[in-house]
Every structure is written in C-alpha cells, then in structure tokens.
C-alpha cells in the first residue's frame, strides 16, 4: 500500500507523476477493460510463417510467448504456434477466460496462462471483480490441467466513493524454470486517504504453489503477517528455488528475493540504495537484471538493464530504453534470452492497450539498449530456453484399466478406472469406451490428462458391459486399453419355475424380488442365452442348501449357499468356460434347506 507523506511535513512534496502511478496499476488496467466472456480452452499446435504477425524474421535463441488478441502464441523469430484458439469463447463450466493471459514456460516446455473468467459481483455493494484461473499446458499447446488457486476474500465497503478492497484476479504467473513451482500475483483495488485526498490505490499479494495447484504458500515480506495489502508483484524466477519480487511503495522499489522451501525474503538493493522506481518487474538470468521503472532524468517509463555478481552486492547499471513512439507509453514484462544477452519487453499505451504502430513486443539488446520489434499488437511476452517444436515423438503412451474388479454387479452402475503415461509429449486426453456385444461406442467426450476414472450408470439387468480405453498423446498417437467385463444379472422374475418354487419380495432382495424353495431337484430355467461364464445371486445362511448349474443340460458346477451369518444379495460365480450358446438351469441338490435365488448371472463377455 502507498504511504502518504508525514503530516509533520512543512512543504508538501511533489505529486506522484502520471507515468509512475500507471506503473503501479500497471496489471489492474487490463482487467478492468477487458470484456467479460468465458471461454474454454482448446488445442492448437499450428504453425504459421513468423512474417504475419511479426516486423522480423531473427531467428531467436529458444521460445518467446506472448499474447495477442485473446490468445496465446509462441516464437522463435522464424515460425510460430498458435497454443491457444478459443479466447472469448463462453465456457459451460464458468473456467473459460475472456482472454488468455501472462503465458510463461519452463525450460523443459511446460507453459503455465492465465485463463481470466467472467466477472463475480458482490452482494454488499454491486461492485465487479475478476476471477482467474491458471491453466498447464505442455509445448504442443494440449491443457494437462486447470488450477483455480485461492484467490482471497472480498473485503468489501468504501471510504470516500471509490471502489475499495475489490480483488481483480491474477495479475501474473510465472512457472519456475524446473517446471515444478507456478507464481502467482492476486491485484486488488484499495482505497486510500491522505495528503491529497482520496485516491485508488493497488496493492498485491503474490503466491507461489505447486504445478499441479497443491501447497499454496504466500511470500512473506518480512513482517512475518502475510496480507493482502503486502504489494509484492512477483516478478521472474532467478532459478528453480529463487524467486524475484518487487516490493514498494511510490517513491522507492526494491527487488526483493524469496527463496524455497519457505519463501521468506531478503531484500536485494532497494530505496537505500536508490530512491526512483528503478527497480519494478525484475528479470534475472546469466548475470544480466533487466528491470522496469523511471528515467533519472525525466519522469519517462524506460526499461534498464544491469550486471549482475550475485545477490550479496548492488547490480552494475548498464543501459536504458525509452519508448521511440511516445513519452507517455509504458514499458512492461521484461524478460531475457538463456544467455542473457537480449531481452524482450513490451510497449504499449499508458491504458494497457495497444492503439499506435509500432506498439507490441520488442527485442532488446542488453549491452546497447537497441531495440526491434518483433510482433506488432502483442504483450505479456516471455522468453524461454525450450525449443518451440517439441521433440518427435513417435512413441505411443501405455493405458490399463484398473476397474471394474467384479465379473458381476448387483448394481446398475459401476466405476471404471485407469492409469496411463507418456514418455514424450504428456498425455493430452483418455476416451472412455463400452460395449454390450457390439461395436464399441464412445461413452460421453473425451476427458482430460488428470481424469482417471469414471462413473457409468444405467447398466441393463441380463447384459455384459465391457469397457475400454483409448489415451491419445500430445503428439496425436494413441493407445487403447485391454477390456474390462462386468454383468448384471438377470432377475429372478425372468426365470421358469418348476414346481416347489413361492416368489417373494423384499428391499433386501436384488431387483427387490427372490423366488424360494426347499424341494430337491425343484428348477429355475433360462432359455438360450450367449455365455462363458454362469453363477446365481441368491442368499447364504448357515441353513441354506446347494444348487447345481447346468449349461445345455449339462452340470457344470456346485454352488453351496451355506455361510456362518445370513447374506442377501451374494453373487456366486463358476470359473470361466469356452464360450457357448445354450440353454441354462438352476437345480437344487439338497433337501428341507432354504434356497432363496435373486437372480442368474449369465457373462457374455
């Protein structure tokens, strides 16, 4: 939060200029402009000639991310990926975006976006906020998951008119160059009163979590009390287990680093060293910084790069970019090549827009501080070492079931679940497939990567459902599962009788009905039915009798429903045999014992 001047103070120090109060709002302008749509995400992995969007065709040492009109993109100055296609697209599910935001990328090739999704509006007083999601991806542009991480309370009430405590979603993101950690900065609108009345402020609180979502752990600025109100911008990884952040207020910024396992912070240089915004959005790789902030000479937006030995001294100042179009144009998102000898940044108007030519992401040598566009209308660019075409990938993923265990069930529905990997590109979707007999059939759309199970209701009593699974890669090979069977059985009301047989009912019963008898050699008879595989539902008792099975008039087992305590609802299977089309009978073997069969289970698998 910004402080206002001490009332103590005889002369009224100057006003924060324009340029350096957008500096601070920086990521809220954005989105409270955008307009408020939902899309999903889907995948893309085209590949276009850079000379469409770009003002050069360098080739680029590893990938520049960026976003350009609702979407993300990748370059390396000769070609680019479309990884996005569906910005603005409304989403069913409320986890769409209007825009895909912030994109960065591991050196290994997972790319971390924003997906901004449509505006949540508070009860109490009617204002509207963003929410955000974090989407994985991996280098072919296939979603591996979807991460909605906290995102804070809405405070709520106003001071003086102004909108107040009103989160506006993630700002940015940034995965760490292992590919094991994601980055996160939470805006909020904040109101303040001082010396020159009441103004809107920005504050914001930066989280880090795991890739997939888990551990969320706030950086501590050192006051050892996380709040919202902190106004650490997470800025890029200086390394898999170091974190950049700025901190300030107006009038001084600092970097501040903050380090794994428990993200506490020591600061680097900072307002005792310098006194200017010099020091905003820090990127660091190879011993060169490049940062955000004022001219020393002008109140004029530049991008500075540095030197850097280490973090036990204050970097060496090298060089500094203006912006050649306007005074008035911001600089943003710097961030450099593996080796560090250039970096990108973005220029765009004081709004967050882009609205002159010549405005977009820009090449920036960091000895000289020349600079060339490279694509016109973009923003949010991020460099990374990976490569912008995966490696081929001609290996196709593995895939098992897991579930169904049982060859039959009592009930109509049944869980299905599987495992499944891939060496190369990741897996990018499973497609769950059924069978009674036929042809297979999809059973609803595709899942994603993380999904590894299924619920499969509405099974027929007297049919087999086997199932199966298809994984498809990032690289489009596929892979399909081996089958799992399960049936269900026939109840027992579709059963002949012989004589000796009553029908009863019950809740406890399969289906609600059993037919019951104490006469030996009393039957229950099926017609032809396709099988390998036969047994009876019935109930066990320590009085309960045997039943003998046969298939085309021939026994093919014994089946004893005696059991120490009393069992409705047991399936008792025979072991498998060659598959054959026959008649089938049930026929009891005892003698003034209680039979009571619910149903006859005929596996047609």
């Not at 509207?128 to 994985?136: A, D, Q």
């Not at 501590?220 to 390394?239: F, H, K, R, V």
């Not at 540095?306 to 090298?318: A, I, L, N, Q, V």
Request: charged share 15%; net charge negative.
């Amino acid at each position: 939060m910004y402080a206002a001047a001490p009332a103590a103070s005889l002369e009224a120090p100057s006003l924060p200029t324009l340029p350096e109060t957008l500096m601070r709002v920086r990521h809220l302008l954005p989105l409270l402009l955008s307009p408020v749509l939902a899309p999903l995400l889907a995948v893309a992995g085209t590949t276009v000639t850079a000379a469409s969007a770009s003002a050069t065709t360098t080739a680029l040492d590893g990938t520049v991310l960026y976003h350009l009109g609702d979407d993300v993109y990748a370059t390396n100055g000769t070609s680019t990926r479309r990884l996005t296609t569906d910005g603005s697209t409304p989403a069913a599910d409320g986890t769409g975006s209007t825009s895909y935001l912030y994109p960065s990328e591991s050196d290994d090739g997972t790319v971390v976006v924003v997906a901004r999704n449509q505006d949540k509006v508070n009860a109490s007083d009617g204002q509207h906020y963003l929410r955000g999601f974090l989407w994985i991806l991996n280098a072919y542009g296939h979603v591996v998951r979807k991460i909605n991480p906290p995102q804070y309370a809405y405070n709520g009430g106003t001071t003086c008119g102004m909108p107040n405590n009103a989160p506006q979603g993630i700002a940015n993101a940034h995965v760490s160059p292992d590919g094991k950690h994601i980055a996160y900065t939470i805006s909020e609108l904040i109101e303040v009163w001082g010396l020159y009345g009441c103004y809107v402020d920005t504050a914001y609180r930066t989280t880090v979590v795991n890739i997939d979502g888990s551990n969320p752990v706030p950086v501590d600025d050192g006051s050892g009390t996380a709040t919202m109100n902190e106004s650490l911008d997470a800025g890029q990884w200086a390394g898999s287990s170091t974190l950049l952040v700025d901190r300030g207020d107006f009038g001084s910024v600092e970097v501040y680093r903050a380090s794994l396992p428990d993200l506490s912070g020591t600061a680097w240089f900072g307002p005792s060293s310098y006194i200017d915004t010099a020091y905003m959005q820090p990127a660091l790789r190879n011993g060169t910084l490049a940062t955000i902030g004022l001219s020393e000479s002008a109140s004029t937006n530049v991008i500075r790069t540095w030197s850097s030995s280490g973090y036990g001294s204050d970097p060496t100042y090298r060089c500094e970019h203006a912006s050649p179009i306007s005074s008035s144009d911001g600089l943003y998102d710097p961030s450099l090549s593996p080796d560090g000898s250039h970096a990108t940044f973005e220029d765009t108007d004081s709004g967050g827009g882009i609205t002159k030519s010549g405005q977009g992401v820009y090449v920036l040598d960091t000895q000289t501080c020349a600079a060339t566009l490279l694509v016109e209308g973009a923003d949010d660019a991020f460099w990374s070492p990976a490569p912008i075409d995966p490696p081929a990938d001609t290996s196709a993923p593995t895939v098992s079931l897991t579930a169904p265990t049982a060859a039959a069930t009592v009930a109509t529905s049944t869980v299905v679940r599987w495992q499944g990997s891939d060496t190369g590109t990741g897996m990018a979707s499973y497609q769950l497939q059924a069978s009674t007999g036929g042809a297979w059939a999809n059973l609803g759309a595709a899942a994603g990567p993380s999904s590894m199970s299924a619920t499969v209701t509405g099974l027929t009593p007297g049919a087999t459902t086997c199932f199966r699974v298809v994984a498809t890669d990032g690289a489009a090979n596929t892979a399909t599962s081996g089958a799992r069977c399960t049936a269900v059985p026939l109840d027992d009301r579709s059963l002949a009788t012989s004589r000796g047989w009553r029908r009863t009912s019950g809740s406890g019963y399969f289906l609600g009905t059993a037919t019951r008898t104490t006469t030996r050699g009393a039957t229950l008879s099926h017609g032809t039915v396709r099988l390998d595989r036969v047994g009876v539902v019935a109930t066990t008792c320590p009085t309960c009798g045997t039943v003998g099975v046969y298939v085309g008039g021939r026994l093919v087992g014994r089946i004893s429903l005696v059991s120490s305590g009393t069992h409705n609802r047991v399936v008792k299977l025979l072991p498998s045999f060659t598959t054959r089309t026959a008649t089938v009978s049930v026929r009891v073997l005892t003698s003034g014992r209680l039979l009571a069969v619910d149903g006859l289970v005929a596996s047609q698998a």
